[in-house]
């Protein structure tokens, strides 16, 4: 899913530190995405998914209500590009049970973001 006008593909961020949160969301809309969120729950995650299909999500796997990981379920079973931004996450165990997903640990490494991002996206992803 786009934007309105079809020219920006969108995220789904999930992170419940505030500072970090927005620092993401700015990154993000630097980098030339739409952001949903930042959401500090999954349960506000999958709550979004009523309103709208995201072609991307990064993800920090420690919220508010829990680990990501139901969350992280339905985007992978919808066809989401995952990227996990976390202290807590295995890059293994993230590629076993994801494939595809990528991992990016904290602190936000923008050059890794930007690349993990891509790997991910659909074919309408900024450069």
């Known amino acids: ?5 079809g ?3 969108t995220v789904l961020l999930c992170e419940d530190e505030y500072i970090v949160a927005l620092d993401l969301q700015l ?3 630097e980098f030339g ?3 949903i969120g930042p ?3 999954f349960s506000k995650g999958l709550k979004a998914l009523d309103d ?8 920090d796997v420690r919220l508010r209500d829990g680990e990501v990981f139901p969350l992280a379920d339905k985007l992978n079973e919808m066809g989401v590009g995952l990227v996990f931004h976390s202290g807590h996450v295995q890059d293994a165990d ?6 595809s997903a990528k ?3 904290k602190p936000i490494d923008t050059k890794r973001l930007r690349r993990a991002l891509r790997e991910v996206c659909p074919e309408n992803c900024p450069q």
């Open 1 to 5: 899913m786009t934007d309105g006008d």
């Open 39 to 41: 959401f500090d729950s």
């Open 7 to 9: 020219s920006k593909p």
């Open 52 to 59: 709208v299909r995201p072609d991307m999500a990064v993800l």
């Open 103 to 105: 991992c990016c640990h």
């Open 94 to 99: 993230i590629a076993e049970k994801y494939g």
């Open 27 to 29: 990154l993000l809309e």
């Open 33 to 35: 995405y739409n952001v």
